[in-house]
């Protein structure tokens, strides 16, 4: 066989240039509709059914259902979405990324759309150079597209040439013609493929050229296509691996999805295939199987010549062929589209009655490690539609609350890294939490507040918005407090690189100060969780806060005299003092968070 070496990397580079075309094509379409998309998938999804449709929309978008899951995994990281959302969406992106195999169909079959791709880079050029953002977005879509299609046809033209090749197509035969063990044996080799290249559609695309070259039957192109199914969850779980416990759920209930969606398919499968058959010849005239039959009564030659990418030099009778050929080739990719579409909504109008029972499952398998690590997402404020003004101010007024007691948690996490032996495992675990719980704090201040500005926006009396503002403020005094926690895990972690030791005296003074600072913590978290506030409440805030500040003012004087008496190092007492400081600011904050709830209620 004269396949060289060369040979194959054009190949791979065919597949590189399809994978490249559609990666800049989805990150282009992301980048222009990327705000709107986080829009549409949060406030999209207030039940199952509307979850589905919103993935179907984002992934028939962006034409990458990947993208659409690992976009779903982050959100559930960051608490935007919760697990059972994040199950449908998933359902619905499977559906969506039929579409892709639709537009290889049509165009890549029916019309030779690789002629316009040059002249589609050349429009694309000036949208390139372009010095407004949302422009330049679009000219990475437009030659993400070209690229795409440039990559389909150089693959369809650098496959090997089977027909000329009756020993490698009697090597095919030889595993195609085993019956279910073939399906089962296809289906694993469209999974691996699919791992690999870390694209499902790549691999539809390849699947649909074999199959439209005769290689493969359509049920055995059908059985990598759920391979394909399988192997596309591969993205998700590894975008997960690093995320929190509610991120792992999600990603393994795509997972799950996929498998058992493919376990009934392969109980059915050979009645499904024929019911697509069926199907296609209905709507089409022809039927999936008449290629390979067409294949197998004319000789190698002769396939050859009528499927060469040029006509020149056919005769009357092979012209007809080659119509009649091509015709088939399209019928085929037809077919198998078909078949993932319909396989796909199946699935989903299966499956969607059992949402919840997927989140129990992988609620099961996927444990909590730690007691405190939970699921971070808004839990009484809803994406969808507002509340009356009345109960809006309620269901703010409790999560506020659910966001002070986590910014005090975020501090407890603190005083644990503080104490930890520093290059633990168990260090650098507090570290990431802090880190993780820092992300959190920040999108909970942007959710609250954007929920806040939309009550606003309502019919709501002056004292009502006077109320609002004054939430609004709580809210940005509780994130202060957020990123002063992390700040305390940054000065820690830079004395741990400065290498820099903290003598007894110091852990002890330190200790003092995190004992004020976490009453403070404790006075007002109690004050946002009640309904009327006692003046004795107030005035303890006050206080506390006097302490903390006057601590701060003597360990201030103590420690220039520590370091004049050589007690400890001049760099020791920087990094105590940030600590000090950094508590002192955090105890500010406390304060804020009070005087802005005191003001709240004397708008009640």
Known sequence: MEYTFFDFLTLIGSLGLFLYGMKVMSEGLQKVAGDRLRGILTAMTTNRVTGVLTGVLITALIQSSSATTVMVVSFVNAGLLSLTQSVSVIMGANVGTTVTAWIISIFGFKVNISLFAIPLIGLAIPFIFSGNSRRRSW?????GFAFLFMGLEFLKNSVPDIQNNPEILSFLTEYTNMGYLSVLLFLLIGTIVTIVVQSSSAT?????????????????????????????????????????????????AHFMFNIFGVCWMLILFFPFTHF??????????????DLMTFIQHHSPAVVNRISAESAAGLSTDELALRAQYQGMQVTVSYALSLFHTVFNIFNVLVMIWFVNLYVKIVTRVIKLKHSDDEEFQLKFISSGMLSTSELSLLQAKKEIALYGQRTQRMFGMVKDLLHEKEGSETFSKIYSRIEKYEKISDRMELEIAAYLNQVADGRLSYDGKLQVSAMLTMTTEIESIGDSCFHLARTVIRKQEAKVEFNEGIEKDIDLMFKL??????????????????????????????????FRNQLRMENIENINSKKYEYQSGIYFMDIISECEKLGDYVVNVVEA???KRRMN
């Open 139 to 143: 000219g990475e879509f437009i030659i």
């Open 276 to 289: 697509i058959g069926f199907l296609v010849k209905e709507l089409t005239g022809g039927s999936p199987t």
């Open 204 to 252: 539809m695309a390849i699947t649909l050229i074999m199959c439209s070259k005769g290689w493969i039957s359509f049920d055995i192109a059908a059985a990598m296509v759920l391979g394909e199914n399988i192997g596309t969850t591969i993205t998700a779980n590894l975008a997960a691996l690093s995320a929190n416990v509610s991120a792992k759920r999600a990603a393994f």
């Open 517 to 550: 600072v976490s009453e403070a913590l404790d006075n007002m978290n109690i004050i946002l969780d009640k309904n009327d506030m006692a003046e004795s409440d107030l005035n303890k805030s006050y206080n506390k806060e006097m302490e903390i500040n006057n």
């Open 597 to 599: 709830v005191k003001e």
